[in-house]
C-alpha cells in the first residue's frame, strides 16, 4: 500500500518532532513553509556537511544572504553536483547557490543549475531562481538572451523560471533597473508564452508585465493589446486581466 502523503503543520511550532527530526538530518524534505521555518538551518548542515564549517550566522539570515552564505560554503565542496539527487528540498536549494557561485557565469550557472531549475519541490525552484538573480541583474540583456531559449522549453518549470528570474522588480529580490526602464527589451522571452497552457507559467508572465507596468504603464497596456487581438485564447485573456491588475483601467 502507497504511504499518504505527509500533510504539513499550519504553523512552524505545530510540526512533530519526529518529522522535525528527520528535516534537520537531511533525510526528507519539507511539504509547506511551517515546516521549512521549523528547520535548524545550521543543524542540517552540521548533519549533511560535517566536513565544511557552519557559516557563520547562518540561522539568522534572511532568504538572499543566506543563499549567499550557502554558496561560498559549498562552491568548492567536490560533492556539489551530486546534491541534485539529495533528499533534503534546503540542501538541493544550497547547491543553487553553490554552483552559481563556482560558475560566477550565467551560461555555466544556468546549464548546472538546469536540473534544480526543474525540481519537482516548489521550493528549489524558487532557490534556484533566486540564487542566478545577481548574475540577471549584473548582465540582464544576456540573460533574457540565454533564458529566451528557456522560455520556449516543453517543461513548464523551465518557462516559469525564465520569467521569473528576469522579472523586473520580483519578489524578496533585487531589481533590474534596466528591464525596469526599458521592459521591451524583455518581450522576446515573454512572447512565447503569451497563451501558455500552464497556469505556474501564466501567472509569472503577468507579474512581470505587471512589474513593468509600475515604471512603463503606457507599454504594458500596448502590449496587451496586441496580445489580445493576436491570441484569442482563455490563457492569453487570463494572462492579459491579471498583468494589467494594477493599471486602474
Not at 566536513?51 to 538572499?64: L, Q, S, Y
Not at 555555466?108 to 531562481?129: I, Q, S
Request: proline letters at 8%; charged letters at 25%; hydrophobic letters at 45%.
Amino acid at each position: 500500500m502507497t504511504a499518504k502523503p505527509r500533510v504539513g503543520a499550519t504553523s512552524p511550532k505545530l510540526v512533530p518532532p519526529d518529522v522535525l527530526e528527520r528535516l534537520n538530518l537531511g533525510l526528507d524534505q519539507t511539504v509547506n513553509l511551517s515546516e521549512t521555518l521549523a528547520m535548524d538551518s545550521e543543524v542540517l548542515w552540521e548533519n549533511v556537511f560535517p566536513e565544511i564549517p557552519v557559516p557563520p550566522g547562518f540561522n539568522a539570515a534572511k532568504v538572499n544572504p543566506k543563499l549567499a552564505l550557502a554558496g561560498e560554503g559549498l562552491a568548492a565542496s567536490p560533492r556539489l553536483d551530486a546534491l541534485v539527487d539529495h533528499p533534503s528540498d534546503m540542501v538541493r536549494g544550497w547547491a543553487c547557490a553553490g554552483m552559481v557561485h563556482r560558475a560566477a557565469d550565467l551560461e555555466a550557472a544556468l546549464a548546472d543549475l538546469e536540473p534544480l531549475a526543474n525540481d519537482d519541490h516548489f521550493g528549489v525552484r524558487e532557490w534556484a531562481w533566486l540564487a542566478l538573480r545577481p548574475l540577471v541583474v549584473a548582465e540582464p540583456i544576456r540573460a533574457v538572451n540565454l533564458l529566451t531559449e528557456w522560455s520556449c522549453r516543453v517543461e513548464e518549470n523551465l518557462r516559469r523560471f525564465a520569467s521569473e528570474a528576469t522579472r523586473p522588480r520580483g519578489v524578496w529580490c533585487a531589481h533590474i533597473s534596466e528591464l525596469k526602464a526599458e521592459p521591451w527589451l524583455g518581450l522576446p522571452l515573454l512572447e512565447p508564452m503569451k497563451s501558455d497552457s500552464s497556469r505556474y507559467v501564466q501567472n509569472s508572465v503577468a507579474n512581470w508585465l505587471n512589474d513593468a507596468a509600475k515604471s512603463q504603464p503606457d507599454w504594458v497596456r500596448s502590449v496587451c493589446a496586441g496580445w489580445s487581438e493576436e491570441s484569442l485564447t482563455r490563457e492569453t485573456a487570463y494572462i492579459v486581466k491579471r498583468a494589467m491588475r494594477s493599471l486602474g483601467d
